[in-house]
């Protein structure tokens, strides 16, 4: 189904009166001929053809898709260094791997949570892979003291057992359930809890929110493979098929 907004568009320009279309013409219509021209109009697009609305609406769509992928992949350009080379992003798979995969998260997206197998049985499958975790805290303040505490774990050097605990936990997020499993996960909570307030983890995770905006990472989770941004959920197919040409690509750059 086509964006309301698009179809919504194309009808707009459908309707224009005709006085629109031929204000810089020498010929000129009588209110009635425009009226009847109107009406053709409406006759023809709406009510006879109303594929050609459709169609037109689809070229829109498609035409904004395009322009959003060219800005998306040109930002990721102009940010390469602070997407693959940021020292504070914790990092997994292998760490000299031909592929890398960017992936922003929100600990409490339904939709991050949906991905999280995909992912690690993508890592699991393909060794050349290497994958860095961004944290896009969006859905509210539980998300943020997630994210905190993810970016935290990493001081204890466990960072990946506490996002291996907490990304498939279904229940909504509180400092409960977020220490709750810190805790089942082996991190010392009191550490946690301290590094968590050191005023340098919010800045990392504000920076990130911002490098995030700036490639088009416009929801979560947003996963940049290779070259290319790849807004919303993944399922396994469609990660190993992005992984594959993002691989070929980089074979073709050598």
Same mark, same amino acid.
């Given at each position: 189904? &086509?964006?309301?907004?698009?179809?919504?568009?194309?009808?707009?320009?459908?309707?224009?009166?005709?006085?629109?279309?031929?204000?810089?013409?020498?010929? /000129?219509?009588?209110?009635? /001929?425009?009226?009847?021209?109107? *009406?053709?109009?409406?006759?023809?697009?709406?009510?006879?053809?109303?594929?050609?609305?459709?169609?037109?609406?689809?070229?829109?769509?498609?035409?904004?898709?395009?322009?959003?992928?060219?800005?998306?992949?040109?930002?990721?350009?102009?940010?390469?260094?602070?997407?693959?080379?940021?020292?504070?992003?914790?990092?997994?798979?292998? &760490?000299?791997?031909?592929?890398? %995969?960017?992936?922003?998260?929100?600990? /409490?997206?339904?939709?991050?949570?949906?991905?999280?197998?995909?992912?690690?049985?993508?890592?699991?499958?393909? +060794?050349?892979?290497?994958?860095?975790?961004?944290?896009?805290? %969006?859905?509210?303040?539980?998300?943020?003291?997630?994210?905190?505490?993810?970016?935290?774990?990493?001081?204890?050097? +466990?960072? #990946?057992?506490? #996002?291996?605990?907490?990304?498939?936990?279904?229940?909504?997020?509180?400092?409960?359930? %977020?220490?709750?499993?810190?805790?089942?996960?082996?991190?010392?909570?009191?550490?946690?809890?301290?590094?968590?307030?050191?005023?340098?983890? *919010?800045?990392?995770?504000?920076?990130? &929110?911002? &490098?995030?905006?700036?490639?088009?990472? #416009?929801?979560?989770?947003?996963?940049?493979?290779?070259?290319?941004? #790849?807004?919303?959920?993944?399922?396994?197919?469609?990660?190993?098929?992005?992984?594959?040409?993002?691989? /070929?690509?980089?074979?073709?750059?050598?």
């Amino acid at each position: 189904m &086509l964006p309301a907004k698009i179809i919504f568009g194309v009808l707009a320009l459908c309707l224009l009166p005709a006085s629109s279309f031929a204000a810089d013409s020498p010929a /000129q219509f009588t209110d009635s /001929q425009k009226a009847a021209i109107e *009406e053709l109009v409406r006759n023809l697009l709406i009510k006879k053809e109303p594929e050609i609305i459709m169609k037109a609406a689809q070229e829109i769509q498609n035409r904004q898709e395009a322009e959003a992928s060219v800005k998306n992949q040109q930002a990721v350009a102009v940010n390469r260094e602070k997407l693959l080379n940021d020292p504070n992003s914790p990092v997994g798979g292998n &760490l000299k791997g031909a592929v890398t %995969i960017v992936e922003f998260i929100d600990y /409490q997206c339904g939709y991050c949570k949906l991905s999280y197998e995909a992912v690690e049985k993508l890592l699991s499958e393909n +060794k050349d892979v290497k994958i860095i975790y961004k944290e896009f805290p %969006i859905l509210g303040p539980a998300s943020v003291q997630a994210a905190k505490a993810s970016l935290a774990s990493a001081r204890q050097g +466990k960072f #990946h057992k506490f #996002h291996k605990a907490l990304m498939p936990v279904k229940e909504h997020l509180s400092d409960e359930v %977020i220490f709750k499993t810190a805790k089942e996960a082996g991190l010392n909570v009191d550490k946690l809890k301290k590094d968590m307030a050191d005023p340098a983890i *919010e800045k990392m995770i504000k920076e990130s &929110l911002e &490098l995030g905006n700036e490639v088009g990472a #416009h929801g979560t989770p947003t996963f940049i493979i290779g070259e290319t941004v #790849h807004p919303g959920m993944m399922q396994y197919e469609e990660l190993k098929k992005a992984v594959e040409e993002a691989r /070929q690509a980089s074979g073709a750059r050598k």
